[in-house]
């Protein structure tokens, strides 16, 4: 029998960023970010294979590719971290030709994506695939994995984001997150190869400045109640463009509506981690009165902006927060169309509430799917 030429498995979560929505795009500003894995304990996985040359493989991108010039940089966020992490590690000496399968679980959406971070969390498994393919301890690797993850994030989409996402892929947990300046890594200017791995190594050697990552307690009795909007979907890129375009031109009122955000998001996380409750639905209502605030000076001057909490979830919040074992709900992330998510009380929650809240939504149009998560 022929010796198998798998070299491991790696399985990714997804994350709902619950706390810290814009906030976390400025510096020393916390977010809470949860990670999921659906019912069954998966996200998105890797398989590896030695080959005789460097192929990608993704049903989810409709990508089967090979890996050999850095142009798929700006191609495909997976194809970038194979590349860049392939770049890396032939540098320090280790070289090998891989196949890499990527598969996403359901949970991630098909027809109607569901917006836990399939993208991250496929860059994050690329990478750590070809770490484990390398022999190298993804454990004692993990502050690499990580930066390596971020920087071929950014180096697709052309600068620095938030990279909360990346992060809780990389640390498989939830975390509390600050991100990095995004001058403290240099992206690079063409698609040369040397240029590439040059700008690539200094930007993992250099100081990440402002970065911090930490572990979030979750409280045992904390669960999970998310709920996909079938047929809409939010772009974050341009969400997140959209207000900042605004905040160009509106600086001052723009820093007073985050301030005052900011320190709702910071008890809603301290408050989240001590199981409070009444404490943190209060500051989850407050911070996002603000968001609706900001939502509406921006929708004021671009037509085309996805309300960060549009008032049809809004209702549906309300309902959700008034019913058994519901702690807090909120629109995550960038807000808009890319899911409904309830922290519950899984001692207390009714076998009725996901039902109850399925049916408000068909009364005012919209189809919710539920998916069944794991928060780890």
């Keep these: 029998m022929a010796p198998s030429k798998k070299t491991g498995r790696v399985n990714v979560p997804g994350k709902i960023l619950l706390l810290g929505g814009y906030t976390v795009l400025e510096p020393t500003s916390p977010a809470l970010s949860l990670a999921v894995l659906d019912a069954r304990g998966r996200g998105v996985t890797t398989s590896v294979e030695k080959g005789a040359r460097d192929v990608l493989v993704s049903d989810e991108f409709g ?59 496929s860059t994050v498994a690329v990478v750590e695939s070809l770490f484990r393919a390398s022999r190298l301890d993804p454990r004692s690797q993990g502050e690499t994995i990580h930066k390596l993850s971020q920087y071929a994030y950014a180096a697709y989409a052309g600068r620095a984001e938030s990279g909360f996402d990346i992060a809780t892929c990389a640390y498989g947990g939830s975390i509390v997150y600050t991100r990095f300046l995004p001058d403290s890594i240099e992206l690079p200017g063409n698609l040369k190869a040397t240029e590439v791995l040059e700008r690539l190594l200094r930007s993992l050697g250099g100081a990440w400045r402002g970065l911090k990552v930490e572990k979030a307690r979750v409280p045992a009795r904390f669960s999970m109640l998310f ?43 301290r408050s989240f981690q001590r199981g409070e409750d009444d404490e943190l639905r209060a500051r989850v209502r407050r ?22 909490e549009p008032p049809v979830l809004t209702k549906l919040i309300e309902l959700g927060e008034s019913l058994p074992g519901v702690v807090v709900g909120r629109c995550p992330g960038a807000g808009g169309w890319d899911g409904l998510a309830f922290v519950t009380d899984k001692n207390e929650l009714k076998e009725g509430t996901p039902s109850k809240i399925v049916a408000a939504a068909k009364e005012d149009g919209l189809a919710l799917t539920r998916i069944r998560l794991r928060l780890i």
Excluded at 77 to 95: H, W
């Design 63 to 121: 990508v089967r590719k090979e890996i050999r010039s850095p142009e798929v940089i700006r191609e495909n966020v997976a194809a970038s971290a194979f590349y860049m992490a392939k770049a890396y590690l032939e540098s320090k000496g280790l070289a090998g030709h891989w196949e890499v399968r990527v598969r996403n679980s359901p949970m991630f959406g098909g027809r109607f994506k569901s917006g836990l971070g399939s993208s991250a969390a």
């Design 227 to 269: 709920f996909n909007i079938e047929g809409a979907r939010t772009s974050t890129t341009s969400n997140v463009g959209a207000v900042m375009g605004w905040r160009a031109t509106h600086g001052r009122e723009y820093a007073s509506l985050i301030r005052a955000q900011r320190l709702h998001e910071l008890a809603g996380i």
């Design 287 to 308: 911070a996002r009165e603000i968001q609706r605030k900001l939502q509406a000076l921006v929708a004021a001057e671009r037509a085309d902006f996805d309300l960060i």
